[in-house]
């Protein structure tokens, strides 16, 4: 037992650790917001593509993809949506409230933090699993939030697919991907110099966006936090992963497959649902203690969840 907490804490406490360098640093003065905004932009449309085309381009196509967990994965979203959004209807009237309830409940940030703990977790391998999955549930999470950000609210004029399409075929992670799947599936060797600066820009990626995260937190507001923050973080931290984990493994899935998708399921809420909120006059406050609170509590449930798979063998 002991064993499984030291390997477990090795393996999250790290991650975390970055995180609140993060903030400190924003707290005394060595990094500002102004240093969060442009990382964050950075690591968004260089940095983080990088590291997903350099893991595509390198791996064995054929040894990766898992059609039928993309589509666990897919139906596992989309029915969880489908009950967070019916299961709130009688308790939050306004929809404002209840569409950023909803986001908070069921988008991850899988690209940051869960890339983090995979990579610790079980190495470059598993992340060129996880590019393959995060192309397939970007164009979903976009998707999903648009509609869950536009119906409660009665604005189905705003809703438009073509931005949306346009907004998915260019969104810089999933051209990392285009990209980088002719040179996985033809097997061609990237040149040593692409190579070397791919490398670069990947090794900066996750360490930049962590110390972003962490900048960006503002712990005093969990005092000011409302009930509805904390039961949406509830739902994204422990109900959604622990139904679809264990529903996952009544599946047969087992090892890495099942680590990766406990921790797609377990990651705290994206920071792009504050944005997403706020740009389409949802209550941007609330998904901001959204992602604050899932983004703390993570450090334990992740730890938990992680701790709980390794004892019974299951990764």
Do not use: C
């Amino acid at each position: 037992m002991i064993d499984n907490i030291l390997f477990t804490a090795n393996i999250v406490v790290p991650v975390f650790l970055i995180i609140a360098l993060g903030y400190i640093s924003k707290k005394i003065r060595i990094i500002n917001e102004n240093f969060v905004d442009v990382t964050s932009k950075f690591v968004y449309s260089v940095s983080l593509p990088a590291l997903v085309f350099m893991q595509i381009a390198e791996m064995d196509l054929s040894k990766v993809i898992n059609f039928p967990q993309v589509a666990f994965i897919y139906m596992g979203t989309i029915i969880t949506f489908m009950l967070i959004w019916l299961g709130s209807i009688p308790f939050i009237k306004d929809g404002k409230d209840r569409s950023v309830f909803i986001q908070g409940a069921f988008r991850s940030n899988f690209a940051i933090v869960g890339f983090a703990i995979i990579s610790n977790l079980f190495g470059s391998f598993a992340l060129g699993k996880a590019a393959i999955i995060l192309a397939f549930i970007l164009p979903l999470y976009n998707v999903l939030a648009v509609i869950v950000l536009t119906v409660p609210m009665r604005h189905t004029n705003k809703l438009r697919f073509y931005p949306i399409l346009k907004e998915i075929i260019l969104n810089p992670l999933i051209l990392a991907v285009i990209f980088g799947l002719p040179f996985s599936y033809f097997s061609i060797s990237l040149p040593s110099i692409v190579v070397t600066t791919g490398n670069y820009l990947s090794e900066l990626a996750l360490p930049l966006a962590l110390i972003g995260i962490g900048g960006s937190l503002n712990i005093e507001q969990i005092k000011k936090a409302s009930t509805l923050a904390f039961t949406s973080s509830i739902i994204k931290l422990i109900i959604i992963p622990s139904l679809l984990t264990s529903i996952a493994y009544l599946f047969g899935y087992k090892g890495i497959d099942l680590g990766i998708m406990f921790i797609l399921f377990a990651s705290p809420t994206a920071i792009v649902s504050f944005i997403m909120a706020e740009a389409m006059g949802a209550n941007s406050k609330l998904a901001g203690n959204i992602i604050l609170i899932s983004t703390l509590g993570s450090v334990f449930t992740i730890a938990a969840g992680i701790l709980l798979l390794k004892s019974f063998g299951l990764i």
